[in-house]
């Protein structure tokens, strides 16, 4: 059962262009929701979090928007660059039972290509 | 600042062999976590670290097993590999030493494991 949910594997856009990446989460026990990027042959890097008491999150062109009621996180890239190409990963953050620390689950990925 | 660092990058084995593979986490931080990533799919939850004991784990049988030592570097150890055990595994570091853990994990490049 995926908790967490990419369901476009794959998303081109022209360079200067918006780029939007969705993500859908299932557990409510979800509280903190991050995006990564991931070049081949190279871990997954941290790009933008955000929190579950927020909706919205910003960084330079990286704008996160969170939808609690209806489990859903976007990514909006503005404006796109050809370096922005890459798989990015979508992340939900919760609490280990018994623990105080915190897990990741992440989605399967999206590969977004920005077009020159 | 030192980044999350791992070895080897990659490593070729036979079934029903162990291996071991190394982590040194981002300075600062003292929680290390594993994931398992196959192709095609996001990071998999293996287990996590902090103050040298486990302290949550994911769907993943008994051989595989770890270890935190003093200076929060980490090693994942699985025994009597399988076909299926091939794959990219990510160490994450995070937390801090005032001993709060926080959700943002910061991973190191990967090794990638090859089982024949």
């Known amino acids: 059962d995926q908790q967490v949910k990419q369901n476009s594997p794959s998303l081109s856009v022209q360079e200067g262009r918006i780029s939007i990446l969705n993500c859908d989460y299932t557990?409510?026990?979800?509280?903190?929701f991050l995006w990564y990027k991931k070049y081949p042959a190279e871990g997954p890097t941290f790009l933008i979090s955000?929190?579950?008491?927020?909706d919205k999150n910003e960084d330079g062109r990286f704008t996160v928007f969170l939808n609690k009621s209806a489990k859903h996180l976007s990514l909006h890239i503005v404006p796109s660059q050809p370096g922005d190409s890459a798989v990015y990963f979508c992340?939900?953050?919760?609490?280990?039972?018994?623990?105080?620390?915190?897990?990741?689950?992440f989605g399967k990925g999206t590969l977004l290509t920005v077009n020159p | 600042e030192t980044g999350v660092t791992q070895s080897p990058t990659h490593l070729i084995k036979t079934r029903g062999q162990q291996v071991t593979l190394r982590c040194s986490s981002q300075s600062g931080h003292n929680t290390v976590s594993w994931y398992q990533q196959a192709l095609g799919q996001g990071p998999q939850f293996i287990f996590q670290?902090?103050?040298?004991?486990?302290?949550g784990r994911g769907n993943f049988p008994p051989r595989f097993s770890g270890l935190q030592f003093p200076n929060y570097s980490s090693e994942l150890n699985v025994n009597a590999l399988e076909l299926d055990d091939s794959a990219l595994y990510l160490c994450?570091?995070?937390?801090?030493?005032?001993?709060?853990?926080?959700?943002?994990?910061?991973f190191g490049p990967g090794t990638r494991l090859t089982v024949l």
């Open positions: 955000i929190s579950s008491i927020k």
């Open positions: 992340a939900a953050s919760a609490r280990m039972s018994g623990g105080s620390n915190y897990k990741l689950t």
């Open positions: 557990n409510s026990m979800f509280d903190y």
């Open positions: 670290y902090y103050r040298e004991e486990e302290n």
């Open positions: 994450a570091s995070s937390g801090g030493t005032s001993g709060g853990v926080y959700n943002e994990q910061f």
